[in-house]
């Protein structure tokens, strides 16, 4: 028997990154110490208040069994009450905020639950890939709305012609951005939010990165008055908390968008482990270390840029995220550009065409290794160059 992938999974766009990954492996089989700047996942551990409570909270048998599927009460409202202290937010725990397993989830599940047949989906370009793989697997169409360093890579939502909006059911935002790590106003939320109102679509922001910050605090969405009546907002605890592993975040806004999550949560997972989400509404009380990870962020944002920058690059220091977003020496390509820094001097950088077409000319530097690593990695780096 031949066994046939669904052509929903045929469509997904190729993994780019296949070649690197083996030029990865080739190089650490010959021993080379190779430093990964690769991936978007914190190197720092979770903090021990949290981990405390989670040991607690195993033990305790009611947890042992099903949760609901929008997730413990309390949990909810340790949501709403973060949002309140925050952003000033006020949130119904209730009706206005659902527990996910991680935003990954939540957001792969917005189209499943929106998105129509042939219906188009607006994404950023570069952005997360999981705005268009889960697009294509609620058999709707991405259409690609460029991000543009010209524009502060905010998103310009005028040029969209009036034929795409017709078809348009959804539009992702995500500020602080990756990878481009650019921050928005609250004018340009505001704008977003005029922009669905006005064309009937439902506007899905993930704010993944909002703690992590080294400017002004990034704004919610949620701020925006009205934001409510037409988008929802994902969160995590993921990068605020160094628990990427551990799987939770949340949506909140909409009610019924919140319900149609909700529904589908119904019929394909069973909701969030609850020694999880106790130690979440720890994380999220305490706000344990996230002034330290800033400060940790901050310090090796600080170290990478000068080395980059003192060997030519052209990078400025973000004010959010833990990315560095930079376009690749002239006479290369993105890919070309990253094959070259692993092969040549054993660095990981991810090409921007990984993150879309309007990623191509752009790499990413993710600040997760130690400053004294990414001091070398400077160094490393700037020999290509000079
Ligand atoms: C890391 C990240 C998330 C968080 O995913 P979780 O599923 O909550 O771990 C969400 N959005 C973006 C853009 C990210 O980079």
């Not at 990964?36 to 048998?61: F, H, S, Y």
């Not at 889960?134 to 709707?140: E, F, Q």
């Not at 017709?166 to 928005?184: D, E, G, I, S």
């Not at 939320?189 to 005029?194: G, K, M, S």
């Amino acid at each position: 028997m031949t066994v046939e992938l669904a052509n929903r999974l045929k469509r997904l766009p190729p993994y780019l990154f296949a070649q690197l990954d083996e030029a990865k492996a080739q190089q650490m089989e010959k021993g080379i110490d190779v430093i990964d700047l690769g991936v978007g996942d914190p190197d720092l551990p979770t903090p021990k208040p949290i981990i405390e409570r989670m040991k607690k909270a195993v033990e305790n048998p009611t947890h042992h069994r099903y949760p609901s599927y929008e997730g413990m009460f309390s949990f909810r409202e340790a949501v709403a009450r973060w949002y309140q202290r925050r952003f000033g937010v006020e949130l119904d725990p209730d009706s206005e905020v659902i527990t996910l397993i991680g935003s990954k989830e939540g957001i792969g599940h917005m189209p499943l639950a929106f998105v129509n047949p042939g219906e188009i989906v607006l994404v950023p370009d570069p952005g997360y890939p999981v705005y268009v793989g889960a697009t294509i697997l609620a058999h709707g169409e991405p259409y690609r709305v460029p991000l543009t360093a010209g524009r502060g890579f905010l998103p310009d939502l005028t040029t969209i012609s009036g034929g795409i909006l017709a078809q348009a059911k959804l539009l992702f935002l995500n500020y602080p951005n990756n990878p481009t790590a650019a921050v928005a106003s609250l004018t340009f939320f505001e704008e977003a939010v005029d922009f669905a109102r006005e064309h009937g679509i439902i506007l899905c922001h993930d704010a993944a990165y909002s703690e992590m910050y080294y400017g002004d605090p990034p704004h919610s969405l949620m701020e925006v008055k009205g934001a409510r009546e037409v988008a929802i907002e994902f969160h995590s605890l993921s990068k605020t908390f160094n628990m990427t592993g551990w799987r939770i975040g949340m949506a909140v806004g909409n009610k019924e968008m919140v319900q149609g999550l909700k529904k589908v949560k119904t019929n394909i997972d069973s909701g969030a482990f609850q020694a999880i989400q106790e130690a979440g509404i720890e994380a999220l009380a305490g706000e344990y270390g996230v002034e330290e990870m800033r400060q940790v962020y901050r310090e090796r944002r600080d170290v990478l840029v000068k080395g980059l920058k003192g060997a030519g690059y052209d990078v400025e220091p973000p004010q959010a995220t833990f990315y560095l977003w930079f376009p690749v020496p002239a006479g290369y390509d993105s890919m070309a550009f990253a094959k070259k820094a692993l092969e040549e001097v054993g660095v990981v950088i991810t090409p921007g065409l990984g993150f879309g077409i309007y990623g191509e000319g752009y790499v990413r530097a993710a600040l997760t290794v130690s400053k004294e690593r990414l001091e070398e990695a400077g160094e490393r780096l700037g020999r290509l160059v000079t």
